[in-house]
T-cell receptor, first 114, second 114 residues
Framework: AQSVSQHNHHVILSEAASLELGCNYSYGGTVNLFWYVQYPGQHLQLLLKYFSGDPLVKGIKGFEAEFIKSKFSFNLRKPSVQWSDTAEYFCAVAFSGGYNKLIFGAGTRLAVHP | DGGITQSPKYLFRKEGQNVTLSCEQNLNHDAMYWYRQDPGQGLRLIYYSQIVNDFQKGDIAEGYSVSREKKESFPLTVTSAQKNPTAFYLC?????????????FGSGTQLSVL
């Protein structure tokens, strides 16, 4: 079955630390990849997406993600986090043959301490 | 002001009762989705619809029903057959039927069982 795995359920960092959140998916075909973020009390919103081309994609607020096809991974990174990055982060994958059926990972709660 | 409106924000269900969650969008989007969010499990797809009068089951459709009689509306009914309905329900829409555009999310409905 198609699935999306996020390795860390909770991450705690100090401001200015670097961030990397892991995301792996279970399928070897063509995929569309997304990272969404949910700030406290707000709607889910898109951070970045990858469909094709350069596997290193840049999103809003200094986030970036790298698609590594051989590892079925799409890890999210930020060189220096801020307190305002405290949120829950979701990786999501649309698999070929069902691109309109977006499958989400379990989410990672990030807490950034000043 | 364009967006997705979910109502009510909080809903309580008695044993054996059917309840309906409302989702309306004025974005002129073709595709609409219902997700269930449980702590530690991320978002799981219940139903989705790519066009009026058509919808497909997601991964956890049992105990739920939907209709798509109008483009702007995609109500979700939680039936008495759903034995564990307590969750946060998110509605989303997309301008694309093929999953290559981001999802726009509503603010959610928290359903609890009395």
């Amino acid at each position: 079955a198609q699935s999306v795995s996020q390795h860390n359920h909770h991450v705690i960092l100090s401001e200015a630390a670097s961030l990397e959140l892991g995301c792996n998916y279970s399928y070897g075909g063509t995929v569309n990849l997304f990272w969404y973020v949910q700030y406290p009390g707000q709607h889910l919103q898109l951070l970045l997406k990858y469909f094709s081309g350069d596997p290193l994609v840049k999103g809003i607020k200094g986030f970036e993600a790298e698609f590594i096809k051989s590892k079925f991974s799409f890890n999210l990174r930020k060189p220096s986090v801020q307190w305002s990055d405290t949120a829950e982060y979701f990786c999501a994958v649309a698999f070929s043959g069902g691109y309109n059926k977006l499958i989400f990972g379990a989410g990672t709660r990030l807490a950034v301490h000043p | 002001d364009g967006g997705i409106t979910q109502s009510p924000k909080y809903l309580f269900r008695k044993e054996g009762q059917n309840v309906t969650l409302s989702c309306e969008q004025n974005l002129n989007h073709d595709a609409m989705y219902w997700y269930r969010q449980d702590p530690g499990q991320g978002l799981r797809l219940i139903y989705y619809s790519q066009i009026v009068n058509d919808f497909q089951k997601g991964d956890i459709a049992e105990g739920y029903s939907v209709s798509r009689e109008k483009k702007e509306s995609f109500p979700l009914t939680v039936t008495s057959a759903q034995k564990n309905p307590t969750a946060f329900y998110l509605c989303a829409s997309s301008p694309s039927r093929t999953g290559d555009e981001k999802l726009f999310f509503g603010s959610g409905t928290q359903l609890s069982v009395l």
